[in-house]
């Protein structure tokens, strides 16, 4: 890329269900670390089945669909939450996915997150402790799915003010 180009891009990752139940947090933000790109949102989220199937719409006709929505939602490991974080600056997408290796982990590079922690199920279902966006296009519609614009400290994408009328909110009492 010239050097005039701006390849500032961002990218959701997601340290899933197996990941946390293993403790595997702090060692795999350690690992991301090492791309010097900028977290610009992070939070604990308690899955959804729709936002697990509209994460995983893509494969939705594939045969371990139903049991990947019950490993994001957390039903697999007892740990029904997931982290979702931001990751921003000089191609992200491609730093990350070069962390964190191939999504089958038998075929990641063993240094890599997936070859490190990552294994295979027996029913064939790939327990891979982290999601990372494949591309531009996926990144920006699985952020809008995980994040609203208020969560995230910089401006990635156009966004507009709406008034509810009515709107219950859970506040603290």
């Known amino acids: 890329m010239s050097s005039t180009q701006n390849?500032?891009?961002a990218v959701l990752i997601l340290i899933k269900?197996?990941?946390?139940k293993k403790s595997l947090t702090g060692n795999i933000l350690t690992r991301l670390s090492e791309t010097k790109l900028e977290i610009v949102a992070a939070k604990m989220v308690r899955v959804s089945k729709k936002l697990a199937e509209e994460h995983y719409q893509h494969l939705k006709d594939k045969p371990?669909?139903?049991e990947l929505i019950k490993?994001?939602?957390?039903?697999?490991h007892d740990r029904k939450k997931v982290m979702a974080l931001i990751y921003w600056g000089d191609d992200a997408i491609e730093k990350c996915r070069g962390l964190a290796g191939a999504t089958n982990p038998e075929q990641a590079d063993p240094t890599s997150i997936r070859g490190s922690y990552g294994r295979i199920l027996t029913s064939g279902l790939f327990e891979n402790v982290i999601h990372v966006s494949?591309?531009?296009s996926e990144a920006e519609r699985e952020i809008k799915l995980w994040f609203s614009p208020a969560e995230i400290i910089v401006d990635l994408y156009p966004k507009k003010e709406t008034v509810f009328k009515e709107c219950k909110k859970q506040e603290w009492a």
């Not at 269900?17 to 946390?20: A, I, K, R, S, V």
């Not at 490993?71 to 697999?76: N, P």
């Open 7 to 9: 390849s500032n891009q």
């Open 17 to 20: 269900p197996d990941g946390l």
């Open 64 to 66: 371990f669909f139903q």
């Open 71 to 76: 490993y994001l939602q957390g039903e697999l």
């Open 134 to 136: 494949s591309n531009v």
